[in-house]
């Protein structure tokens, strides 16, 4: 089962249990049993249900297909592309994808300058007009492509300006970005972007989390405050012919080594396995290499090699484009997909199916202590 099929599932789930806990409160609405105090634990409840939020965190530095495998696991419906993912950098600030029923479609981004002031970035999701928006229209991948390109935007600024704005650091000067030749620092237009669409993942709940990069990770510490652990998963991708490399390890030990709802919520993934389909090797041999790939990444990052996948996300999307099932299933991308329905899905399900029925338990208890006192009385 495919992640979108398991997550139509969950929602379907969702939905199921929202409506038992209509059909209660009816029953105890007949039975003039809906005292103000139940009537707001039920509504609780209810809300609970229906509005969980479901947040997928994809983490890796510049270049190792992070788009590509968003757009191969949640867009290939749309025939093409949506996130940007050419060679070089592409995403260049980070990017929520979610499904808000009150705004119109539409990409609202924050600009870059918002950081020399103190206001944090909730202060500024507060402040809608100082964000640039556009319009997005969901029937149209073309155009929907070409709006989404704009968090690929950059800026020219001097050393001076780029080191306020968190882009340049004189302690660390090996990490810093290679001035042009007119002595300007390239950095991102863009703070952060969100995406509202009515995606049917999005609108059962899905919180789509793209962050781009180690400077950008390190510049935006929001991110590594309240949005990265907040995530239910957190999905880190590395180049499979490349393996860990320092500003791979340095991510994951900075930002990503305890977030999320402990080790079972990461997963680790290879990507651009096609890079090792060599001609001159057997089919036999590249698996070798891939499977030492893997080994060798969950010793580094110490998590469990189950935990570590290798897909291809372009084959995978370009399988899945064609309907080419051989191509689809050399890509691996559905291992990926089953490792993400069967952990997240089945663990967010445990837990509120747990919250429900505690609260439900309690319901039970307190209706039958109405019962009993009316009984008495």
Request: a negative charge.
């Amino acid at each position: 089962m495919s992640f979108i099929q398991a997550f139509d599932q969950h929602g379907a789930w969702r939905k199921q249990f929202a409506l038992r806990l209509k059909l209660l409160s009816e029953w105890l609405t007949d039975h003039e049993l809906m005292e103000p105090g139940i009537r707001e634990r039920l509504d609780q409840l209810h809300s609970q249900v229906k509005n969980d939020k479901i947040t997928v965190a994809f983490v890796a530095e510049f270049s190792r297909g992070k788009s590509e495998l968003i757009n191969a696991v949640f867009f290939a419906g749309y025939g093409r592309r949506i996130m940007p993912a050419s060679a070089g950098r592409t995403t260049m600030c980070p990017t929520e994808l979610a499904y808000d029923a009150d705004l119109p479609p539409c990409l609202r981004l924050l600009p870059i300058e918002t950081r020399l002031q103190p206001q944090s970035l909730l202060d500024w999701r507060n402040a809608p007009h100082k964000w640039e928006r556009v319009d997005l229209d969901v029937n149209d991948p073309k155009q929907l492509a070409k709006a989404i390109h704009k968090v690929a935007e950059v800026r020219r600024v001097s050393m001076e300006e780029a080191r306020a704005l968190g882009f340049w650091h004189d302690e660390v000067p090996e990490d810093n970005p290679l001035p042009g030749a007119d002595g300007l620092i390239e950095v991102p237009r863009w703070r952060h972007a969100l995406i509202n669409m009515a995606h049917p993942l999005l609108k059962q709940g899905l919180v789509i989390l793209d962050t781009p990069g180690l400077n950008a990770i390190g510049a935006e510490p929001e991110l590594t405050v309240s949005l990265l652990p907040q995530a239910h998963a957190v999905v880190f991708i590395l180049a499979a012919d490349a393996g860990v490399t320092k500003s791979d390890l340095s991510i994951w030990r900075q930002h990503l080594s305890a977030v999320g709802d402990g080790q079972a919520s990461r997963l680790v993934v290879l990507n651009k396995i096609d890079t090792m389909w060599d001609a001159l090797s057997s089919p036999e041999q590249v698996q070798l290499q891939i499977a030492a790939q893997r080994a060798d990444s969950a010793e580094i990052l110490g998590v469990p090699l189950p935990q570590v996948l290798a897909v291809s996300a372009q084959k995978g999307l370009l399988a899945k484009v064609n309907r080419d099932d051989d191509l689809l299933k050399a890509s691996q991308l559905l291992d990926l997909e089953r490792a993400l329905s069967d952990g997240l899905l089945g663990q967010r399900r445990r837990i509120l199916g747990a919250a429900v029925a505690a609260g439900v338990d309690s319901l039970r208890a307190e209706t039958g202590r109405m019962v009993h006192a009316r009984a008495r009385d």
